[in-house]
């Protein structure tokens, strides 16, 4: 068996047309053009590129960017002040600060800084609160990437058992937390794995969807996959073979029923979803 790709790359190029007509559509009815500022500190290599990347796709889909850089040794206070002005900026609705952020800056307390409202990575504690509660404001870029491909791959998840290796602020908890949630799109029994999981390789071959979200190059094997399983790799490792994810994606696709690849997987599907948030994020400002 081989696997169905369950392609990111093109559903996100699907989803910023659909994306672009309703922010002409929001235009034609508000005046209003949405708008992310991203803070950028340092040069993080992989950072500019996410950067950059965003700032391409907000081009297209017809929403402003602007980028505000600052040197790698900027004070945090300095940070601050720039959040404190982008949060008053009535033409800026959605704020994204880059991370990771150098040591000497509370990441905390930066991403605690941003207004709620502007919030469009979903981090700030306020936010993070509603989606827990199951009446989210924002949803997360990549869990909400990788909930939008199940979605339109028409993959359910409602009694379904979703492992997820990870733990991280950014993807594990946030994507457990949704897929948790009532509904269509929830309803699913969530396990999640982390470093401490004895045996994860028992768990793991108990999903009926796997998601990986680890940060190690090919660590979860076909032996560690349920066959017939949905598999999801969030991973992004750059190896001497390139990038690569944290499955093993050759062995793995000749026992999953679907497999997303990378790249061409999650990491388009994220920043699609920082668009939506961001056009989300006028709808609500305007009103
Ligand atoms: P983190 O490093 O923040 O978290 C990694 C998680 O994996 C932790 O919970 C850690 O456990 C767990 N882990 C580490 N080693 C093992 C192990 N041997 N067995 C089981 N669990 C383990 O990473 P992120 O969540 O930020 O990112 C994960 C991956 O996803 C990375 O490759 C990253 O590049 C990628 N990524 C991709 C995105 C995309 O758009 N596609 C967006 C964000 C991230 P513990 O908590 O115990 O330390």
Redesign the pocket.
């Known amino acids: 068996m081989t696997a169905i790709i369950l392609d990111g790359k093109q559903l996100a190029q699907d989803m910023r047309g659909e994306l672009a007509e309703e922010v002409t559509d929001f235009f034609e009815n508000n005046s209003i053009t949405p708008k992310l500022a991203a803070v950028l500190v340092g040069e993080d290599p992989a950072s500019e590129v996410y950067v950059r990347n965003k700032q391409i796709a907000c081009q297209k889909a017809g929403i402003e960017s602007e980028l505000h850089r600052l040197d790698a040794d900027t004070a945090e206070d300095d940070l601050l002040a720039l959040i404190t002005r982008l949060n008053k900026d009535n033409d800026v609705h959605g704020i994204l600060v880059q991370l990771p952020l150098p040591g000497h800056i509370s990441t905390e307390r930066i991403l605690r800084a941003v207004n709620p409202m502007k919030d469009v990575d979903a981090f700030h504690p306020e936010n993070v609160g509603l989606l827990v509660q199951g009446r989210p404001r924002y949803l997360p870029?990549?869990p909400s990437?990788v909930r939008e491909i199940l979605r339109r791959y028409e993959v359910p998840t409602v009694g379904k058992h979703i492992v997820i290796?990870?733990?991280?602020?950014?993807?594990?908890k946030p994507l457990a937390n949704m897929l948790l949630t009532r509904g269509a799109d929830g309803d699913a029994t969530v396990t999640v794995?982390?470093?401490?999981?004895s045996d994860?390789a028992e768990i793991t071959r108990t999903a009926d969807i796997l998601v990986?979200?680890?940060?190690?190059p090919r660590?979860l094997t076909a032996e560690m996959i349920k066959p017939g399983a949905v598999v999801v790799d969030?991973?992004?490792?750059r190896t001497e073979d390139g990038l690569v994810?944290?499955v093993d994606f050759d062995g793995a696709k000749e026992i999953a029923s679907h497999i997303t690849p990378?790249p061409r997987?999650?990491?388009p599907?994220?920043?699609t979803m920082l668009l939506f948030n961001t056009l989300q994020a006028a709808r609500l400002q305007a009103f």
């Open positions: 870029c990549t990437g290796a990870g733990r991280s602020d950014i993807v594990g794995c982390h470093s401490k999981t994860l990986a979200a680890i940060g190690r660590m969030v991973g992004i490792n994810g944290d990378v997987g999650v990491g599907m994220t920043v």
